[in-house]
């Protein structure tokens, strides 16, 4: 432990103040503060602004999917790739609010929607930053199987992490709950993280065809 000791000015003297302590200066909000800190003074105009721009990242990536076949394909890849994602937020999140709502979670609508779009934020940067890279494999790879590999390992991936953050940032909320809630979002959580993937997984599926495709 560490004691400050008092100093005491030898008579006469006037006592001199301590030094002022420094302070670290408070800069402005950062770009990845702005989209992925969590927020004390959310709202709905800026959670949606969140999920727009997620669902922009990973159309970057679904452009980079469409040069393969060029034309209308890089418009179908734009188009997509944050499919998958608005698709787990505009009926997952609401399916998910529901169960929650009938558990009495504690747990406001903005809780899951300020959630719901960090983890939309996390994929669509993930996506963002692969896309030069799957750019460069489409266009080189003569092989269809390894292009579709490398383009749904990198959307799974993706929407492994976000799933990761969803329950991440919803954990520390639910842990107020009462007992039987706990045990029923204990089974909640993993049934709505699994029909997320599967839902995200079946639109991709049908929405970028130049992964299922033979070139």
């Not at 799974?156 to 045990?183: D, K, M, Q, Y």
């Not at 709505?192 to 599926?205: I, K, M, N």
């Amino acid at each position: 432990m560490n004691f400050q000791t008092a100093t005491t000015a030898p008579p006469g003297e006037v006592p001199q103040p301590p030094p002022p302590v420094a302070t670290m200066p408070v800069g402005p909000q950062t770009w990845a503060e702005r989209w992925l800190g969590a927020s004390t003074s959310a709202s709905w105009v800026g959670e949606g602004q969140r999920l727009m721009m997620a669902a922009a990242c990973a159309a970057a990536f679904g452009v980079s999917l469409g040069l393969r076949k060029g034309g209308v394909a890089i418009l179908l890849g734009a188009v997509g790739a944050p499919a998958g994602i608005l698709a787990v937020a505009a009926v997952a999140a609401p399916a998910f609010a529901i169960v929650l709502a009938l558990a009495n979670a504690p747990l406001e609508a903005m809780h899951l929607a300020h959630a719901t779009s960090r983890a939309a934020t996390r994929a669509g940067l993930l996506l963002a930053g692969l896309a030069p890279g799957v750019a460069l494999l489409v266009v080189s790879c003569e092989d269809a199987i390894t292009v579709s590999i490398f383009g749904f390992g990198a959307l799974l991936l993706a929407g492994g992490i976000a799933a990761n953050a969803f329950a991440n940032e919803l954990r520390p909320r639910l842990r107020s709950a009462p007992p039987r809630t706990r045990v029923v979002l204990s089974v909640a959580m993993p049934v709505f993280l699994l029909f997320a993937a599967v839902l995200a997984a079946r639109v991709w599926w049908l929405a970028l065809p130049m992964l299922t495709e033979a070139s």
